[in-house]
């Protein structure tokens, strides 16, 4: 149980066009999702709280017009990177809230922008 | 901010041997967490602690959550080949209010096993 997916797993776009990443719980139903980036050897870095039906909260210094998110559904929550440039080629790793009141993690998708 | 001092950075053990790996922190939360990270894939849950002193094992790990809810220490026993990886604490929620979804990470502790 509380098995989180994600779509890509990797993905290589070019700069200035938008690169959309799909995070899914897939046996259970998750109000709040999470969204992390994290840069080679170093640790995950909130980037947003994904709240279903809700506006996100975003950490400070994150822009909230660059990577937007929407949680559409119960099991659902999509991190679109905006006009990507080479800076925000990242590891970004999404969770949910789920049972035993903890979060779990998606297996990240690796985002190269050329 | 709340910040998590993890140490050690990195360790390089022969097969077998044990582990131990701790975390300290400025601040109080209600439960303390650890992952363990494979490269290229999201941290997976290993222990989750709940209760000041409360000392919890999940096969050949065993992690202890401090009395003054400030530290916790993971352990691993006779480790194998496969424990290699990066294993990170994570603090959630604080007594004092503010949310208690958000996790607060360590630097993590990458470990290699030689076999």
């Known amino acids: 149980g509380a098995v989180v997916s994600q779509h890509p797993s990797r993905v290589i776009c070019k700069s200035g066009t938008s690169v959309k990443i799909e995070c899914r719980s897939l046996d259970f139903q998750a109000t709040t999702m999470f969204w992390y980036r994290q840069f080679p050897k170093q640790s995950l870095m909130l980037m947003a709280t994904s709240n279903e039906g809700s506006k996100a909260t975003y950490e400070q210094g994150v822009e909230k017009d660059k990577f937007l998110i929407n949680h559409a559904s119960l099991t659902l929550s999509t991190l679109t990177v905006t006009s990507a440039h080479p800076e925000d080629s990242s590891f970004y790793i999404c969770?949910?809230?789920?049972?035993?009141?903890?979060?779990?993690f998606g297996p990240g998708t690796r985002l190269t922008v050329l | 901010g709340q910040q998590l001092n993890q140490s050690p950075q990195s360790m390089f053990i022969q097969e077998g041997e044990d582990v131990s790996m701790n975390c300290t922190s400025s601040?109080?939360?209600?439960?303390w967490l650890w992952y363990k990270q494979d490269p290229g894939e999201g941290p997976v849950l290993l222990i989750a602690l709940y209760k000041a002193g409360e000392l919890t094992s999940n096969g050949r790990l065993t992690a202890q959550f401090g009395i003054t809810r400030k530290d916790s220490f993971l352990n691993i026993s006779a480790s194998i080949p496969s424990d290699v990886g990066i294993y990170f604490c994570?603090?959630?929620?604080?007594?004092?209010?503010?949310?208690?979804?958000?996790?607060?990470f360590g630097k993590g502790t990458l470990l290699t096993v030689n076999p």
């Open positions: 601040s109080i939360f209600n439960t």
């Open positions: 969770s949910a809230w789920g049972a035993a009141d903890t979060q779990y």
């Open positions: 994570a603090g959630q929620g604080n007594p004092s209010g503010g949310s208690n979804y958000k996790l607060t």
